[in-house]
Structure formats: C-alpha cells, structure tokens
C-alpha cells in the first residue's frame, strides 16, 4: 500500500504561503528605501527565498512510503530511498511524550538505520497497523525531553554490554578449559 504526505495536516503552510508572497514584495519594497539596484537586488533575493521554500514544499509532498509484504520503503523529502526489509527491522513503535510525540519508528540494528514517520500522511492509523503487525512493534514512553534516538542508544548499548559479559563468561570458561589441559599436560610430563 502506498501512503502520501497530507499537505492538510501541516498547520504552518498558510504561513509559509504568505512568507513566499512577502519576501519578494518587501525586496521590491527596498526601491523606495534605498534605490533601484537595492530594490532589484532585494526583489531578486526575495523571489530566491521564495523559490527555494516552494521547492522544499514540493519535495515534503513527494515523500511517501510503500509497503508490501517482506518490506517497506520510504521515499524522504531528500529525495533518499530508505528500504526496510520486515525480517531485518529490530525495533519499531509508536513514541509517546517527548518531542516525537505520536511519531512511529522502524530501526534495522544491523544496518543502523532508523525511519521516523511524523502523523503526517494519509491513512496513518491503517499505515500503524501494517507496521505492527510486520515488525516487533511496541509503543515507547518518553520522558519530556527524549528522543526515541536516545532511547535506542540507551537499548542498543545495554544489549551490547550484556552480550559483551556473556562472550566474556564463555572466554572465562575457555581459558579454565585450556589452563586444566595445561596443568594435565604438565603433570604427565613430570610422571615421565
């Protein structure tokens, strides 16, 4: 399934409208103020200004993700095409509290790699539902100030310390292992 940004969902875009028509006319404005070549120049500035947040607009409204039955792939306001094969994603939810709040997620570990989807596209909830029942979906309380990044560091680096102290534990077993070879070998070497 296919789900696009909604361009309804963003509250600033009259904002931003008015912002595109209003630089340019302040540039132009600048004539009256200090002459043509500033009020040529400003106009020209303006109309940059005003072009490049249309082009930005533009991109946000490309960006959508495809899901199918193995994977999904998201199409960013960048222009990058991130692919999450379902097998491969590690951790994935919806975020509660802090400044992601009502944001989901997907993480590959492996690739390290994280998607953060904002309540901006059509059909979010059915778009929720996909995810969870594709991936190890849980949904993650957040204090104020956390980010869901932060939250993984402190996921990731807790797993990793745990695996570290278990593959020390098996060293821990080898080397007993080969210190009693050892201290056998020595004594049949001092029976001969």
């Not at 070549?37 to 020209?44: D, E, F, R, S």
């Not at 709040?101 to 059909?123: C, M, R, S, T, W």
């Not at 993650?140 to 680096?157: A, F, G, H, N, Q």
Request: hydrophobic residues 40%; proline residues 4%.
């Amino acid at each position: 399934m296919v789900y696009k940004y909604n361009p309804k969902v963003n509250k600033k875009r009259p904002v931003i409208f008015l912002v595109c028509i209003a630089a340019p006319v302040a540039g132009a404005g600048l004539y009256f103020i200090a002459g043509l070549l500033v009020g040529v120049v400003g106009a020209a500035a303006g109309l940059w200004v005003s072009f490049t947040i249309i082009k930005m607009l533009k991109r946000l409204e490309n960006s959508k993700i495809e899901t199918f039955t193995e994977s999904c792939t998201a199409y960013t306001s960048g222009g990058e095409k991130l692919v999450f094969e379902y097998k491969d994603i590690t951790h994935a939810g919806l975020v509660k509290g802090g400044p992601d709040d009502g944001h989901i997620f997907i993480y590959n570990e492996n690739a390290d790699k994280i998607l953060q989807l904002p309540p901006v596209f059509l059909d979010f909830e059915a778009l929720k539902q996909e995810l969870s029942a594709n991936t190890p979906w849980q949904i993650y309380e957040l204090e104020p100030d956390e980010t869901i990044i932060d939250r993984l560091k402190k996921l990731v680096s807790s797993q990793t310390e745990t695996a570290e102290a278990e593959e020390a534990g098996a060293d821990d077993s080898v080397t007993t292992a080969d210190e009693a070879d050892y201290a056998e070998n020595a004594t049949q070497n001092a029976a001969e």
